[in-house]
Each structure stands twice: as C-alpha cells, then as structure tokens.
C-alpha cells in the first residue's frame, strides 16, 4: 500500500515554530525533518515516486525551502494551503541536484511541501528544511545611455550568488495611454521578460514575452491604462542562465 507521509510537527507546533520566524538570522533553519521515498510511496502522474510533508506558513513572510540528498535528484513543490495551487517548483538550485525553492507565503495555513524524485525509481533519502530568506533586491531606476533619439539602453549581468534564480528588476514611470516597448537581448541565455505594476509586483504581469525579439531575446509593447510605476523584471526561461544582457526602453 502506498503511504502519503505527512510532518510529524503537529499545526499548532508548527505555527508557534514559524511565527518566531522574523525574530531568527536569515538561513538558519525555522524548521527541518528528514523523509524517504521507497517504492511503496505514492506516483504522480509522469510516474515519480514522492512523499508531502505539511508545514504551517505565515502570510507575508518570506521563506527558503531547500530538499536535499545524497540518494536521488530532488523535485521540490510547495502547494498553497489545502489546495493543489503550486506556489513553486525547483528541480536543481545552485548547488548541484538539491532543489531551493525562494517565495513569500500568500497566506498562512498548512503549506504541502512535495519531494519527488527526478527520475521515476528514484528512491532514497532526503532532508526538508525551512529558513526564513532575505528580502527581494529594490528594483533600480532604469537610466542609461541614449543609443538612438527613442532608446534608452542598459547593459548588466545576472548571476546566481543569491542561490536564487538569476533575475534582475528596473522601476520605470509610465503614463496612461502612452505605449512602451522593452526588448532584451542576451548571447549568454534565454531572456524571458516581464512588466509588473509596482503595487503588485509578485502578482500577475501585465505584460510579458519570451522570444519575440529574435532569438531567444524578448520584446513587449505595453500601454498603459493608468500613470505610474511598473517594474520591468527580466528573468531567463526555466529559471536557468546567467551573463551578461542588454535591456532597452523606448518610450
């Protein structure tokens, strides 16, 4: 008989755990257990075997979930709470085949934390823990030099010090009825874009593209309904790359 395994920290543990969260250093663990996958534990549908744990989050409060192992290749997936809602997926983080997951919880409540295994009979051990992370990076005012009378161009990097995925945030000023093209362009990775309200940043986009600016580079117009500040994100597809990009705005 397959086993669906659950934490053994009861909710009330669990919320009296994590509510002490702010209070703690950045990476140290809020909370960790270990699991096994075997091949009694139960399949998804693409056939990998897993096991949930079930652990209390807060709203508002941002976490690092990290599976790791020496046995088998971790999926990690965190479901929002007594839903089937993903609130994220990570297969490799930045350090070899354990998964690091980084997100601000929506809402507090029982948060499922799925460990699967990349390869079908995949079995072996694991150990899941929780600590709370650093605050995301401000976005940047978007200046830069005038390549043409329209566009206003920025060169960058990104990297994956943070052992976040790679990902770099500019705060732009745009006014309704006015329209805004941004493209980005990489030789090093595969550009994804992304326009936000910045009342809403971690919200949906309002706005965004993968490969319309040739390539694997990116190009969005965008006008907007109302006058105010939009975050223009530029992350790269699957959440996997890093180099040098250059992001232009003409406006």
């Not at 009330?12 to 663990?29: F, G, I, V």
């Not at 997951?101 to 809402?107: I, Q, R, V």
């Not at 493209?183 to 940043?201: G, H, I, K, M, T």
């Amino acid at each position: 008989m397959r086993s669906l395994i659950y934490s053994s920290v009861s909710m009330a543990a669990a919320a009296a755990l994590l509510h002490a969260a702010p209070a703690l250093a950045q990476d140290d663990p809020l909370w960790s257990d270990t699991g096994t996958i075997v091949e009694e534990s139960w399949v998804d549908a693409d056939g990998h075997h897993f096991t949930d744990k079930e652990v209390v989050l807060q709203e508002g409060t941002r976490y690092r979930v990290s599976a790791t192992s020496g046995d088998i290749d971790t999926i990690l997936t965190v479901f929002a709470p007594r839903s089937e809602e993903v609130v994220g997926t990570n297969d490799d983080g930045p350090d070899g085949t354990d998964s690091v997951l980084t997100f601000t919880a929506p809402k507090t409540g029982p948060y499922r934390l799925r460990v699967a295994g990349y390869e079908p009979d995949q079995f072996g051990e694991y150990t899941l823990s929780i600590a709370t992370a650093a605050p995301p990076t401000p976005p940047q005012p978007f200046t830069g030099r005038s390549e043409t009378v329209v566009w206003t161009v920025r060169d960058g990097a990104l990297d994956d010090s943070a052992g976040d995925d790679a990902s770099a945030d500019y705060l732009i000023r745009l006014e309704a009825g006015k329209p805004v093209s941004i493209r980005a362009e990489s030789d090093d990775f595969d550009v994804v874009l992304s326009l936000f309200s910045a009342d809403d940043r971690f919200g949906d986009p309002v706005a965004s593209d993968d490969d319309s600016g040739g390539g694997t580079n990116a190009m969005l117009t965008f006008t907007p309904e109302e006058t105010g500040d939009y975050v223009i994100h530029l992350g790269t597809y699957e959440g996997t790359g890093t180099g040098a990009y250059t992001i232009s705005v003409q406006k």
